[in-house]
């Protein structure tokens, strides 16, 4: 699950580590009120007004301004608020900015000069550990680093026994060239920052930049948090920070209805049990000619209802032009969920589309029989090569 930048950084600060303080709002009056507070808390005349969306790259979309004076903040933030934000990880409809968070400005003059770092938690699938990644280039598209500069990214593997050690959150500190206060800041920093992923059940912290202010201070300016929804039985209290706004509202729909739904850009519906078999299925209609329209796990106890919930969603997507179920009878009997597909159907009414049916595994021969003998248009299927020759045949039509 993802959070925005401001929650990101109530749960960094609630683990001891030293953030960019700042005030969400969703008005301008809000925000008039918030860089007023942060002036006479901090002293902080100037503030930043940032766009809270769940994409990077907001300042390049010009979703982070600078505001030097109240006039600036109201300006800014009227010009912020209700935008439609373009950045590389949008795509290019954007998404609506409804919230903005006013911060403090920590790019304040002073004996040193500030120096913008590198920091991210997250876990390494390959090697099965997390593990800290950082570098000296911060500021910037990590990738942009990886790719031109891969020399200036460190890793830092985590015993998963033991967890961070003392001397590597030294060793990272050294590595991103900082010495004395600075130094020993970012050793509590790094271990704060893991502690934090680590008891939050996260899949992501990733901070950038990691700014060294001009007094030696490290603080976390940006953050992005990714939470496990696996872990969220552990942590009740996530489930307030979600923003359906950020989300695709079908797949929000979907979520009720306990499937596993992620649309997709193509012409062929999807509905399956298992995660492994909808990949296959989807292999199946690319090489029938056709482009899977989504990802859509029912789960191993698929029923009417399930199944209902399921086709409507399907059909909410103007581009399907057939539908293929695929369904692996074990756990459920496959003439039940054949059922389930013929109650959905009447009591839908109305679909305009053809649905290929393939049933596989406890009772499919009867299950076979219930589709063929139902009257509606679905074609019924057992081998998987059956159900790819339906889908061409219907795309063809």
Known sequence: MNIHEYQGKAILKSF??????????????????????????????????????????RGKGGGVKLAKNLEEVRERAGNILGMQLVTPQTGPE?????????????????????????????????????????STEGGMDIEHVAEHTPELIFKEEIDPKVGLQPFQARKIAFNL??????????????????KAYDATDSSLFEINPVLKTSDNKILAVDAKV?????????????????????EDPTEVEA?????????????????VNGAGLAMATMDIIKLAGGEPANFLDVGGTANAETVKAAFNIILEDPKVKAILINIFGGIVRCDRVAQGVIDAYQEIGNIHVPIIVRLQGTNAEEAKKLIDESGLKVYSAILLKEAAARVEEVLAL
């Not at 696996?230 to 920070?241: I, V």
């Open 255 to 271: 979520s009720k209805s306990n499937l596993n739904y992620v649309k997709l850009d193509g012409n062929v519906g999807c509905m």
């Open 177 to 194: 060239g900082l010495s004395g206060d600075a130094f020993k800041d970012m050793v509590k920093f790094v271990t704060a920052l893991y």
């Open 94 to 134: 954007g998404k609506k900015v409804n919230k903005i968070l006013v911060a403090q400005d920590v790019y304040y003059p002073g004996e040193s000069e500030t120096k913008e770092l590198y920091v991210s938690v997250l876990l390494d699938r390959a090697k099965g550990r997390n593990i800290v990644m950082y």
């Open 226 to 246: 990714n939470l496990d929804d696996n872990g969220l039985f552990r942590h009740p209290d996530f489930a307030a920070l979600r923003d359906l706004n950020e």
């Open 16 to 57: 001891g580590v030293r953030v960019q303080e700042g005030i969400v709002a969703d008005t301008v009056e809000q925000a008039v009120a918030a860089a007023q507070k942060l002036k006479e808390d901090l002293g902080s005349s100037w503030v930043v007004i940032k766009a809270q969306i769940h994409a990077g790259g």
